[in-house]
């Protein structure tokens, strides 16, 4: 007597990546992130990201319609971490002095967790000034330009408190920023120079260290001379 065969599940008809909807969402992006940060959106190849991800092509393009799709949900998940970690920060009640440097530090870890942002962002930057790019604007009114406000504030703060120099808040920002991503995206450079690796964690430490030092020399006000009128 032959035995039955019980028909199978749709659960198991349906492709595991399938059944486990952002666990493979998030595969796809962290290999996309890599490839569009090496090669940029015109060299990036879906079917190396979809290799990487251990996905085959056709379920790539079932969470992403094609690779501009792709590329700018990669610009999303970096931008939107970066946003929520900073603002998680300002959203503490600190004093000014604290408050910023915690902002520098937030910024600075969140790019040393993973080296490849700076160069899909710089990418992006390069390619938006050449030709265009349908995110750009969405990347800054969505998430730069609310973060941009809030440090305003934060500057204006200090400022008034007597915490702070009187400084140009919004290029003192674009300094901060600067400083922690030049070190990262010039880090094949700067290993060049210093015959070192610039991204061992005492090198990462030690640059932190010292991008918050020159912030707090460059915007703190000095204290009062001992013997001035408020000894």
Request: aromatic share 8%; proline share 7%; glycine share 4%.
């Amino acid at each position: 007597m032959t035995p039955s065969v019980k028909p199978r599940t749709s659960a198991q008809r349906t492709p595991k990546a399938r059944r486990q909807p952002e666990r493979t969402r998030q595969a796809i992006l962290r290999a996309a992130l890599i490839e569009f940060a090496q090669e940029g959106i015109a060299g990036a190849r879906i079917d190396h990201i979809a290799r990487a991800a251990h996905v085959n092509k056709a379920l790539l393009y079932y969470y992403f319609h094609d690779k501009e799709a792709l590329y700018g949900a990669v610009l999303d998940q970096v931008f939107s971490g970066l946003a929520e970690r900073i603002n998680q920060v300002l959203d503490r009640d600190l004093p000014p002095r604290e408050k910023v440097l915690a902002y520098a530090a937030a910024h600075f870890d969140y790019i040393a967790a993973s080296p490849m942002y700076p160069r899909v962002v710089q990418r992006e930057m390069m390619r938006a000034g050449r030709a265009g790019s349908p995110h750009i604007r969405r990347m800054v009114d969505r998430y730069l330009r609310p973060v941009q406000g809030r440090l305003a504030e934060l500057f204006r703060a200090g400022m008034e408190s007597g915490d702070f120099r009187r400084v140009d808040a919004v290029h003192f920002v674009f300094s901060i920023v600067a400083m922690n991503v030049f070190y990262f995206s010039s880090a094949p450079v700067i290993a060049l120079l210093s015959h070192a690796d610039p991204l061992a964690p005492e090198a990462v430490a030690a640059r932190r260290a010292a991008v918050l030092d020159l912030i707090a020399a460059a915007l703190f006000t000095p204290p009062p001379a001992a013997g001035g009128p408020n000894a």
